[in-house]
T-cell receptor
Framework: DSGVTQTPKHLITATGQRVTLRCSPR?????VYWYQQSLDQGLQFLIQ???????AKGNILERFSAQQFPDLHSELNLSSLELGDSALYFC?????????????FGEGSRLTVL | GENVEQHPSTLSVQEGDSAVIKCTYS??????FPWYKQELGKRPQLIID?????GEKKDQRIAVTLNKTAKHFSLHITETQPEDSAVYFC????????????FGKGTTLSVSS
């Protein structure tokens, strides 16, 4: 158990819909990262937050947004969903603000868009 | 931004053989190079990492080498066992604010007994 909690574990929805994925980091970790894992695409970095502020941004679509709340949990919002958004979405946390330390991954949220 | 290329995409070995996975990176500012293992249906987990001030690091049957001049680093697994079968990801990042840990596309290692 990494200490990172992600909900929901599975989500099935239709094209055009909006979903919210939630992540609670390990106790004491201030950084939260979101990654998308699609078949053959590895782990694509989406966005990082540190203590409530956006720290780094990857290839995150404009239809996607995220935030980190004062209690340090984070939410990833995906809107106007397309078939290609079907993927496993991982949240990870770390103790440092920079990306030069171990990331602890949650179990992931599997999104299926029909 | 950083780009990490990883080869091969699949690797099949016999139990007891060695396995080598290679990665190259593009950003000369990168100074942290971890390797993650993802077993089927599980989350990625760190197995070993190396920083730019070190050329090689070893942990039992796993070793990582780094060549900063050539911008490549490799994972070496000796005496492979069936439980080593998994997807392995290399990654790179720098210390500057605004950078993130960028992963390669992964190598699926299959160890047959």
């Amino acid at each position: 158990d990494s200490g990172v909690t992600q909900t929901p574990k599975h989500l099935i929805t239709a094209t055009g819909q909006r979903v919210t994925l939630r992540c609670s980091p390990r106790s004491g970790d201030l950084s939260v990262y979101w990654y998308q894992q699609s078949l053959d695409q590895g782990l694509q970095f989406l966005i990082q937050y540190y203590n409530g502020e956006e720290r780094a941004k990857g290839n995150i679509l404009e239809r996607f947004s995220a935030q980190q709340f004062p209690d340090l949990h984070s939410e990833l919002n995906l809107s106007s969903l397309e078939l290609g958004d079907s993927a496993l979405y991982f949240c990870a946390s770390s103790a440092t603000s920079g990306a030069t330390g171990e990331l602890f991954f949650g179990e992931g949220s599997r999104l299926t868009v029909l | 931004g950083e780009n990490v290329e990883q080869h091969p995409s699949t690797l099949s070995v016999q139990e007891g053989d060695s396995a080598v996975i290679k990665c190259t990176y593009s950003d000369s500012a990168s100074n942290y190079f971890p390797w993650y293992k993802q077993e089927l249906g599980k989350r990625p987990q760190l197995i070993i990492d190396i920083r730019s001030n070190v050329g090689e690091k070893k942990d039992q049957r796993i070793a990582v080498t780094l060549n900063k001049t050539a911008k490549h680093f490799s994972l070496h697994i000796t005496e492979t066992q069936p439980e080593d079968s998994a997807v392995y990801f290399c990654a790179a990042s720098a210390s500057q604010a605004g950078t993130a840990l960028i992963f390669g596309k992964g190598t699926t290692l299959s160890v047959s007994s």
